[in-house]
Each structure stands twice: as structure tokens, then as C-alpha cells.
């Protein structure tokens, strides 16, 4: 069964520092890893996604990485700023059954705080 | 806004109504999804459909009851619920015939069961 983590649960920073936060999952046998960012009582905006085939995956200040064999994905947040303040969300695509929809299995997440 | 339009965003009901869920997606996909999401817990997997028809139903209690009509829209119909099923419910899509393609999520719907 395929079970993800996030560590930490939660993080404060002051502004401008980069920061990283991590993303393990304990079967190597994935599809893609995607990152997410949810916002308080919000839904969750796509930040990154990451093929099996992919080590990493870059937009703006956000910076992506996975190692299947070793089951651990990074999201790297450089200059961070107060508005990056959120819960940032890891999921795996894992295959399930005959279907071909997969399946997405999250983390409990990393929420954020970017103090001025 | 993502492309995913959750409607009511916000609800609250007694235990002894029915209510209904909506999501709304024009992106071209034909996956759709439930999630639900607890305080304190990971987003746990409701019901997959493909191409209209119920693929996963992830021991989900038959008070909640998804419809497909379409690939458009998708919907969670309540009844009889408990203070414990209080959540945010969240609807996500993407093209099920394109195994790498990302999941698209909408706003969510807060609900609140008394």
C-alpha cells in the first residue's frame, strides 16, 4: 500500500530565505509526482508535476525533484516571500485495478509561514 | 480559477436533509474525482469516473451518492449525513486517456453537518 509523507508538518521562515521542503512515498512504482499548493479553505492550485521518467521540474522560484529508487521528491522555494505562505501538498499517481485513471495519493502536507 | 468549478462553496445542513454536490469542468477531460478532505488528514479518495462510468468507489457509505451525467459534470448527492462527515470536498479532473497528465482540482466545497 502506498503510504506518502511530508516532512516537516510545518514550517516559519522569515522572508527571503530559500527553503526546502520533502516528500517521501514508500512504493518506487509510480506514474508522476505532483506538487500542490493550498491556500486556507481554498482548493489546491498545481504547482509542479514530475514524470517517473523526470528528475526535476522548474517554474519561477519553485524547484522540483524526484528519486524513485529512493522513494524522496524535494520542492525547493528560493527568496521566499510572505505570500508563498500556504500548505504545500505532495502526490503520487499510483495505478489501481484495470482502470487507466490511477489514482492520487497525498501527504498530510507542509503548511508554510513566510514571516516579513 | 482552475478550469474545475465547484458550486455551492460553502454549505451546511442537518443530518436529516438532502443536498447536492456540483462540479462543472469544459477542460476536454473525461476523468473526474471526489475527495474528501478532513481536518488533520490526508485527502482520502471518494469515487473515480471515466468516461462516465464508476470505476472506484473507495468504501465510500452509501450516503454519499455520485452521478456522472456527462464527462462535464460530475455530482455528490447527500443524505443522512454525520457531524463527522463536516469536510472540505474537492473535485479534480484530468483526461483519462493520457496516463502523464496532471490532475486539475477545483475550489472545493466546505461542508458542515449539524
Known amino acids: 500500500k502506498q503510504e506518502v509523507t511530508q516532512i516537516p508538518a510545518a514550517l516559519s521562515v522569515p522572508e527571503g530565505e530559500n527553503l526546502v521542503l520533502n516528500c517521501s512515498f514508500t512504493?518506487?512504482?509510480?506514474?508522476?509526482l505532483q506538487w500542490f499548493r493550498q491556500d486556507p479553505g481554498k482548493g489546491l492550485t498545481s504547482l509542479l508535476l514530475?514524470?517517473?521518467?523526470?528528475r526535476e521540474q522548474t517554474s519561477g522560484r519553485l524547484n522540483a525533484s524526484l528519486d524513485k529508487s529512493s522513494g524522496r521528491s524535494t520542492l525547493y522555494i528560493a527568496a521566499s516571500q510572505p505570500g508563498d505562505s500556504a500548505t504545500y501538498l505532495c502526490?503520487?499517481?499510483?495505478?489501481?485495478?484495470?482502470?487507466?485513471?490511477?489514482?492520487?495519493?497525498f501527504g498530510q502536507g507542509t503548511t508554510l509561514q513566510v514571516k516579513p | 480559477e482552475t478550469g474545475v468549478t465547484q458550486t455551492p462553496r460553502h454549505l451546511v445542513m442537518g443530518m436529516t436533509n438532502k443536498k447536492s454536490l456540483k462540479c462543472e469542468q469544459h477542460?476536454?477531460?473525461?476523468?473526474m474525482y471526489w475527495y474528501k478532505q478532513s481536518a488533520k488528514k490526508p485527502l482520502e479518495l471518494m469515487f473515480v469516473?471515466?468516461?462516465?462510468?464508476?470505476?472506484e468507489n473507495n468504501s465510500v457509505p452509501s450516503r454519499f451518492s455520485p452521478e456522472c451525467p456527462n464527462s462535464s459534470h460530475l455530482f455528490l448527492h447527500l443524505h443522512t449525513l454525520q457531524p463527522e462527515d463536516s469536510a472540505l470536498y474537492l473535485c479534480?479532473?484530468?483526461?483519462?486517456?493520457?496516463?502523464?497528465?496532471?490532475?486539475?482540482f477545483g475550489s472545493g466545497t466546505r461542508l458542515t453537518v449539524v
Open positions: 502526490a503520487v499517481k499510483s495505478a489501481f485495478g484495470s482502470s487507466n485513471t490511477g489514482k492520487l495519493i
Open positions: 514530475i514524470q517517473s521518467s523526470q
Open positions: 512504493d518506487s512504482a509510480i506514474y508522476n
Open positions: 477542460l476536454g477531460h473525461n476523468a
Open positions: 469516473y471515466s468516461l462516465e462510468e464508476r470505476v
Open positions: 479534480a479532473s484530468r483526461p483519462s486517456s493520457q496516463w502523464d497528465y496532471g490532475y486539475t
